[in-house]
C-alpha cells in the first residue's frame, strides 16, 4: 500500500472496472493507460484510480477525467496514447470518445451519446 503526495496532480482519472467494462477490455485499457502515463513521464501530475461500475455499461470500457469531468465511451488500449498526449498533455479532450461534460450545474451529454435513464425512474418500477 502507498499514500501518494497529489501536490502535483493535475488530473484524476477513474478507470471503471465493473462488469460490463472488464468485459469489454478495462483491465487492458487500465493497463495501457497507466503505462502511456508512466512512459510519458506523468505520474506525478495524473493520477488513476480503478472504480467499480460507474453506470454507463453501455459505453463499456468507460474513463472519467477531473477536474474537467470528462466522461469517455468505448475506450480501448490504443486510445491510451491519445489520451496522455492530447487531454493530459495539450488539454484537448478527445471529442470523438466524449459521452458527458461537467456544466458546472450538472453534466452535459454529447450530440450522440445515449440519454440513459435517471435513476429514481429506475426506483420507481
Known amino acids: 500500500m502507498a499514500t501518494w503526495d497529489l501536490s502535483q496532480t493535475r488530473h484524476h482519472v477513474l478507470l471503471c472496472n465493473g462488469g460490463s467494462c472488464m468485459r469489454n477490455g ?11 502515463i508512466t512512459e510519458a513521464g506523468l505520474d506525478d501530475y495524473v493520477h488513476t484510480s ?35 498526449d492530447q487531454h493530459f498533455r495539450l488539454g484537448q479532450p478527445i471529442e470523438a470518445l466524449m459521452t458527458h461534460r461537467f ?23
Do not use: H
Not at 55 to 83: F, H, L, S
Open 103 to 125: 456544466a458546472g450545474d450538472g453534466f452535459a451529454r454529447t450530440s450522440d451519446a445515449k440519454p440513459g435513464m435517471l435513476k429514481s425512474a429506475k426506483a420507481k418500477k
Open 26 to 36: 478495462g483491465e487492458e485499457v487500465t493497463v495501457a493507460l497507466r503505462e502511456a
Open 50 to 84: 480503478r472504480t467499480r461500475c460507474n453506470g454507463r455499461c453501455e459505453d463499456a470500457c468507460v474513463v472519467v477525467v477531473y477536474p474537467e469531468g470528462i466522461w469517455y465511451q468505448n475506450v480501448t488500449p490504443e486510445d491510451a496514447k491519445q489520451m496522455v
